[in-house]
């Protein structure tokens, strides 16, 4: 499979590509967002692994001109930005995942094979679960056609969620996800944040969408 790497550090460049190339990856490398954008638009790959904070046109603007292009690759975000808003809009921008930097390799190689598995359709932008509808663009969500106001925190955790419905997530893979790599096993931030995003997503309502499963985690789905 070929993916196309936007990274405008040499070293990181070089080493992601090393890796890829020992799973069975080729990879071709852009080191500036206009020569990415490009080379995405006029070559057929698998897989783009986009750097945020490139020369030339940032990640932001080369993820959201293959968008308007009408390019489905899937796109992975390489970021140093950790903040949940700068998360959250690389999803609305069409992003299918993302990576806080530094990261381990084995952890980007995970995430590259969660995508490909996927297939080619792009998660769609507007997900709905039962009565619950999340419109990721918009940045709104609505159950029951009820507004429910969330932080940008409930949001990403809403949104991690529902684009993984009917799968049981780990605490650990939440954390990890919403809040930092190296995440702490032993705090229970995934736990608080949970309970206050029932509040405001299942407690108004009958019918409960947020389940814990015991000693595991927790699944969004319809019973």
């Known amino acids: 499979m070929q993916i196309l790497i936007v990274e405008d550090e040499t070293k990181t460049a070089a080493f992601i590509k090393k890796g890829l190339s020992e799973s069975n990856f080729t ?21 783009i692994l986009l750097d945020v904070m490139l020369p030339g046109i940032d990640g932001w603007e080369v993820l959201k001109r293959l968008r308007a292009r009408g390019k489905e690759t899937p796109v992975l975000l ?19 995942d993302y990576l806080v930097k530094p990261f381990a390799f084995s952890e980007l ?46 949001f990403a955790l809403l949104s991690l969620l529902a684009r993984c419905t009917g799968e049981v997530l780990s ?5 990890e996800r919403i809040w930092d790599i190296g995440f702490d096993t032993d705090t229970n931030v995934v736990d608080v944040h949970m309970r206050r995003l029932r509040v405001k997503v299942d407690d108004p309502f009958e019918s409960k969408l947020i389940h814990t499963v015991r000693g595991i985690g927790y699944v969004l789905e319809v019973r």
Do not use: C, M, Q, W
């Not at 990879?27 to 698998?46: S, V, W």
């Not at 507007?126 to 419109?135: K, P, S």
């Not at 605490?171 to 954390?175: D, E, L, N, P």
């Open 78 to 96: 390489l970021t140093a930005l950790s903040e949940v808003e700068d998360r959250v809009k690389g999803l609305g921008l069409g992003a299918d």
């Open 27 to 47: 990879a071709d490398i852009a080191d500036n967002g206009r020569d990415g954008l490009e080379l995405a638009l006029n070559r057929e790959y698998d897989l």
């Open 109 to 154: 190689l995970a995430r590259i094979y969660t995508i490909l598995r996927r297939g080619p359709i792009r998660a769609p932008e507007v997900l709905r679960v039962g009565d619950l509808e999340i419109d990721f663009p918009a940045h709104r969500v609505t159950r029951a056609g009820t507004r429910i106001d969330l932080t940008p925190k409930e």
């Open 171 to 175: 605490r650990t893979r939440i954390g």
